[in-house]
């Protein structure tokens, strides 16, 4: 089956950079790219017209946490007021043996939410970086039924976080406990690693580097060499976790990392905000940057989730610059990798008072071919032959694209992903029209809600004082619900 994509802008990889080219062409057969760039003339089986659109690689999204939403987001809520007091870091912390488990259903509806979420808004390829446990067997056939492309596997760490009736942080160390992790995210990707005809992949994800001890982490990376699969943790993320980690070993995170042969081109980091030369760790000895660079590692950029904590990359130039690889995440709610693309180009500009500081392209490479390196694919993030058919189509013409001489512009510049018209992975069609092909929407999100309200109305018996939502987060005006 030969489908040919015509009339849009095509982002074509030429084997060193993307090329733009209008009214071009991407025909793919089955799952792969057999052309990309200029009109082409040969015959096909189907045709799809991109008049008016951007035909760009399929985004690789950095920093999923399936089941996201329905958890640990809605506690990190920056308009929370105690957010520096009781939980300054990127999980959350319940009284202990209080947080029970969801059913599984609940579970499965808001894993098929923010896998769709993310599809719908541009992302092709997911990195789960964990989210609720169990049912891995439905997690796979999720994958599987769904279509879309996943790295994942379920984080292991062996020190859990908990608060105590005072509302302070404590850390419990349980080594068995994490081991026990470990063999189990292991045991995931032998069993699942490249089912769903190839588009479900194993990674192992170390929770955070403070959650995790020297031993555990070591283990962990082992255990991804032995496996040749990729491996991520959550490093120079907050203040806590930077201040336990100098504690501890007297190294930054990037530093403690790198020492102990964490680092190196199969590594992603999550977020890397916090590394030596940061103003907030007012610890300017080192060179964190330079060892990211020197090491291989790619940080996993999560631009929206941090600037709502008043927080960036410094900066986003300065790692470009060094030689880091950086790619984009979305973490935090919506799941929006289109808009990514914005925040980190404006952020940078504003954090190095730099106009000139995050460029359209720097920025278009980091969601795209910046994903690939830690992945090991030289077969995503591009539109070129040999490439999986992993494609958006994304409106610009009602961005006012029509006075743009660049659609990348366009994109960066007022696209968000409710601008993404198509999404194809690998080769199939999962998006049309804005509306998934596959699933019935109404049905995912009145699951996902349901299962939201339920996590929600325990949220009570599990917080240190027994505050609810609604006191943890005041609404922005008085919400009187139906
Ligand atoms: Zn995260």
New binding site residues.
């Given amino acids: 089956m030969r489908t040919h994509i015509e009339g849009g802008w095509v982002v074509a990889f030429n084997g060193k950079t993307h090329a733009i080219h209008e009214r071009g062409s991407v025909v793919f057969e089955d799952d792969r790219v057999v052309h990309a760039g200029s009109a082409w003339t040969g015959q096909a089986d189907a045709r799809i017209d991109a008049a008016g659109k951007l035909v760009s690689p399929g985004f690789i999204n950095t ?1 999923v ?1 399936s089941t996201g939403p329905g958890g640990d987001y809605l506690l990190l809520d920056m308009a929370k007021n105690d957010y520096r007091g009781s939980n300054y870091m ?1 999980f959350a912390a319940p009284l202990k043996g209080k947080m029970t488990p969801p059913p599984a259903a609940a579970t499965a509806a808001l894993r098929a939410f923010v896998f769709l979420h993310a599809l719908k808004n541009g992302t092709t390829t997911i990195i789960d ?2 989210g609720l446990r169990g049912d891995w067997d439905g997690y796979a056939r999720l994958v599987d039924d769904l279509g879309l492309r996943v790295y994942g596997s379920p984080p292991f760490r062996d020190r859990d976080t908990f608060m105590d009736a005072q509302g302070r942080l404590t850390y419990e160390e349980d080594v068995a406990a994490g081991r026990e992790r470990l063999q189990e995210a292991v045991g995931f990707v032998k069993s699942f690693d490249k089912s769903a005809q190839g588009r479900l992949r194993g990674m192992l994800n170390a929770a955070q580097v403070e959650t995790c001890t020297e031993r555990l982490l070591r283990e962990g990376k082992d255990a991804a060499r032995t496996l040749d699969v990729p491996i991520h943790t ?1 490093a120079g993320g907050n203040m806590i976790e930077f201040q336990r980690i100098m504690g501890e070993y007297r190294k930054t995170p990037v530093q403690f990392l790198a020492d102990i042969g964490f680092l190196d081109e199969r590594t992603l980091i ?1 977020h890397g905000v916090f590394v030596a030369g940061h103003p907030w760790t007012a610890h300017p000895f080192g060179d964190d940057v330079r060892v990211l660079a020197e090491r291989g590692a790619t940080i996993g950029h999560c631009p929206y989730k941090y600037a709502k904590m008043a927080m960036t990359l410094r900066s986003f130039q300065r790692y470009l610059e060094a030689g880091v690889t950086l790619a984009l995440g979305t ?1 935090t709610f919506p799941l929006d990798i289109v808009s990514e693309l914005r925040w980190a180009s404006i952020l940078a500009k504003t954090t190095d008072g730099n106009y000139q500081a995050g460029q359209h392209r720097d920025v278009f490479n980091a969601a795209t071919l910046g994903g690939c390196r830690f992945l090991g694919r030289d077969d995503l993030g591009r539109l070129a032959p040999g490439a999986k058919a992993d494609i958006l189509l994304i409106t610009l013409d009602h961005l006012g694209s029509f006075v743009y001489h660049d659609p990348i512009k366009a994109l960066v510049d007022a696209a968000s992903g409710r601008d993404v018209h198509t999404v194809i992975v690998d080769g199939k069609v999962l998006v049309q029209d804005g509306r998934l092909t596959r699933a019935d929407e109404a049905e995912v999100y009145a699951k996902a809600a349901e299962a939201t309200r339920r996590y929600w109305g325990n949220v009570a018996s599990w917080r240190w004082d027994g505050a609810g939502v609604e006191q943890i987060i005041p609404p922005a005006f008085p919400v009187h619900r139906a």
């Fill in positions: 920093h946490h990127s970086v964990g959550h999550g973490d």
